[in-house]
């Protein structure tokens, strides 16, 4: 028993956040809302690139980093915290090991930050990022399918967080990557994990603004912080966050050991998180008062951000109905029979 | 990240597990009640007979030199087999380990043996009518006579002190020093002249506190534990036993979210929306209690000291508890009113965010602490 990241693996997290701290402060993800978002989000893929972090997840063989889900877990957080304005989880966790356990000629331009890949396996119709990919891993049925969107003329769709780019799931056929129904459902709980990672990092940004704030800010002629409710507040926001910890890094050792719990643990993890999402951005933003409650301050990136991933590769309802399902918890009742019109 | 038990830690969770699935007795009376506390005593000292009372002090105490690792896994065989409460935890979890820290070796010698035995039992005297989540308010006073001191005031709110034979407390020994200054950690038998204890009933009914009171107590100098003058930091140290791990292992909790389990089964006819969700949530949360304290042992066998951090795991449990019996009250409908293990349960939840420091101190200490947001 040993519940720690190890040395190997703190390290790799320094060093994308320290890389992220420069390439990905705030101005990036704001720059990636407007018209000029493209030139930005180029030269920072192309530093994730050179930092190898593209095929963390393929093999050493395949010109990869060969590292695991639990070696992503802090890698994520990272990317949370800089709220990264481009699918990183979705081409570092889902679409490069599947084109690499197929052994697709796309993988190499894929992990050398040639191509930018998305994913979108939820059936929701909207495909993020699709404004600045190139390829796109669809689910058709059962079927994974790999969308080359080159001048493909897409529908884009306006959606809270600005920087997502998001589109309408072109109407393009693609080519059959896989109809295994268990590589099928691996892709889709790596999406789900990297998204509670990133989660995480999200909230720590936004608690880390907050505390910043009402440090600072004056009313009534002392710190805002030093309010008995205040510091409530943002202790819960604290404490939830702190929970919510472990439970991602179990759902990836679970998933990298290939565990028959991965899918509760992974639920587990992405209804924990999502739902904390959730209560962090409300109370931030409050925390913040009417300075949080406005574009032209940060918090809104990072928040906006959280609400998008909470909803994205499920949702609070679906993963706690799947943990549900793991604990063999029966359907549940109407209650709004009265007694006699019950029917059991 | 390793999240397996090695194969000796394995086999010790077999012997728990064997022992007590052949030793858990059955339906015991409520430990705070009288009767029920002579049941308890029983039990306690057949779990010091086979040496499973105080698994993790020494051989020499009467324990089996267990790590912090074999604690936690005996804490989940403990609770998944349904065993009684720890009438004795008091002494065992909040007062042993200031004992170990600072206790001299003929304290030692003289206190912890008889405390795993359960024939020295040990109420908590800190507490007065005037000093709650205000420890620093104390106001009951040992006099320095010769050889020893002289005790007088109250204390109160002291866990099943109607049947214990020892109190530990803290007194002011310096009138003149302020506040956390002037404090002595003290050590008192019960059957010392002047102390009277008058037992009365917490929220369930149950006589499980009680009032001391001290009129002319004469202690000797050998009843200070700590130094004198040194109480505040010297009960602190027992306050983040209180708080964190060892008060409330994660075996508590990942029993109850399994009976909350079932009877969410059992009672299928009752589980609408709401309460499938909270008992999913209960699950959620005792899984995520076990998992923080497995990281939090990592940090410790590491030697990463916790500090504040025992607050979050306090107001983490606390409201865990609350909410997973609120939502048993749920699944029970009109049977919620009966009075029950989940009643009572319920009623007992409510203590959490109340003892140990309440969850508005802890709230402070983790917005101060963690988050360095001023004090004032």
């Known amino acids: 028993m040993r519940f720690a990241p190890t040395p190997d693996q703190l390290e790799l997290a320094g060093a994308v956040r320290e890389l992220l701290t420069d390439a990905c402060p705030p101005e990036v993800v704001r720059t990636a809302w407007g018209p000029e978002g493209d030139k930005a989000r180029t030269t920072l893929w192309r530093q994730l690139a050179d930092l190898g972090l593209l095929g963390a997840m393929v093999p050493e063989d395949d010109g990869g980093l060969g590292l695991t889900e639990v070696d992503l877990v802090p890698l994520f957080v990272e990317v ?11 081409t570092v966790a889902v679409l490069a090991p599947l084109l690499a356990a197929h052994g697709s000629p796309e993988l190499g331009p894929l992990v050398a930050g040639d191509l930018v890949g998305t994913a979108e396996l939820a059936g929701s119709g909207i495909l993020p990022w699709a404004g600045c990919s190139d390829r796109a891993l669809v689910r058709s049925g059962a079927e994974l399918r790999l969308v080359d969107l080159t001048g493909v003329d897409l529908e884009p769709v306006t959606t809270v967080d600005g920087s997502r780019a998001a589109a309408r799931i072109p109407s393009v056929a693609g080519a059959s990557l896989t109809a295994d129904p268990a590589e099928t459902e691996r892709a889709w709980l790596r999406g789900a994990l990297a998204a509670a ?17 009402t440090r600072e800010r004056k009313q009534f002629g002392v710190p805002v912080g030093s309010q008995q409710a205040v510091k409530h507040l943002l202790a819960n926001v604290l404490l939830d966050l702190r929970f919510c910890v472990p439970v991602v890094q179990r759902a990836a050792v679970s998933l990298a050991a290939g565990a028959p719990e991965a899918r509760a643990h992974v639920a587990a993890a992405k209804a924990m998180t999502s739902d904390m999402a959730g209560r962090t951005a409300r109370s931030t933003i409050q925390a913040h008062g009417a300075i949080g409650y406005t574009v032209e301050y940060d918090l809104h990136l990072y928040v906006k951000r959280s609400w998008a991933l909470a909803a994205s590769w499920g949702n609070v309802a679906h993963h706690r109905a799947v943990v549900a399902d793991s604990l063999g918890l029966p359907p549940a009742v109407d209650p709004s029979a009265l007694p006699w019109e019950a029917t059991r | 990240m390793d999240l397996t038990w090695s194969p000796a830690e394995e086999a010790f969770r077999a012997e728990a597990r064997a022992w007590l699935e052949a030793n858990v007795p059955r339906g015991l009376p409520s430990g705070d009640t009288r009767e029920g506390f002579a049941a308890h005593l029983e039990w306690e000292r057949k779990l010091f007979a086979d040496r499973w009372a105080v698994v ?3 051989e020499r105490y009467g324990g089996r030199d267990a790590s912090l690792w074999e604690w936690l896994i005996f804490e989940e065989e403990y609770y998944r087999a349904g065993a009684p409460q720890r009438v004795t935890q008091n002494g065992i979890f909040l007062l042993a380990p ?116 001290f009129d002319d107590v004469v202690v000797p100098d050998s009843a200070v534990l700590g130094g004198v003058g040194q109480g505040w930091s010297v009960a602190m140290a027992t306050t983040g036993s209180e708080r964190g791990l060892t008060l409330r292992s994660p075996g508590r909790f990942l029993a109850a979210a399994e009976r909350l389990r079932a009877l969410a089964v059992e009672r299928a006819g009752s589980l609408s929306a709401s309460a499938r969700d909270g008992v999913v949530d209960a699950h959620l949360r005792a899984e995520a209690y076990q998992l923080f304290t497995l990281a939090q042992v990592t940090d410790l066998v590491e030697g990463r000291k916790a500090g504040a951090e025992s607050s979050l795991n306090k107001l983490y449990w606390s409201e865990l508890d609350i909410a997973l019996h609120e939502t048993a009250l749920q699944l029970l409908g009109p049977d919620a009113e009966v009075d029950g293990p989940w009643s009572r349960g319920h009623m007992f939840s409510l203590s959490g965010p109340i003892y140990a420091g309440t969850n508005e101190i802890q709230r402070s200490i983790v917005a101060e602490r963690l988050l360095g947001l001023p004090r004032k």
């Open chain 1, 197 to 213: 990672a990133q989660l995480v990092g999200l909230a720590h940004r936004q608690l880390d603004l907050a505390v910043a704030h």
């Open chain 2, 56 to 58: 993790s002090w020494p």
């Open chain 1, 80 to 90: 949370g915290r800089a709220a990264v304005p481009l699918p990183v989880a979705e």
């Open chain 2, 98 to 213: 200031t004992v170990f820290e600072f206790g001299t070796p003929e304290q030692q010698d003289e206190i912890l043996p008889k405390m795993a035995a359960a024939e020295q039992l040990w109420g908590q005297g800190w507490s007065e009518p005037g000093a709650g989540s205000d420890l620093a308010a104390i106001s009951s006073r040992a006099d320095k006579i010769d050889g020893g001191w002289r005790i007088n005031g109250q204390k109160t709110w002291t866990t099943r002190g109607a049947f214990c034979t020892h109190l530990f407390g803290l007194f002011r020994t310096d009138p003149e020093a302020s506040r956390h200054a002037g404090l002595t950690y003290l050590l008192v038998p019960l059957d010392t002249p002047g102390v009277t204890v008058r037992g009365f009933g917490r929220l369930d009914g149950d006589e499980g506190f009680a009032e001391v009171f």
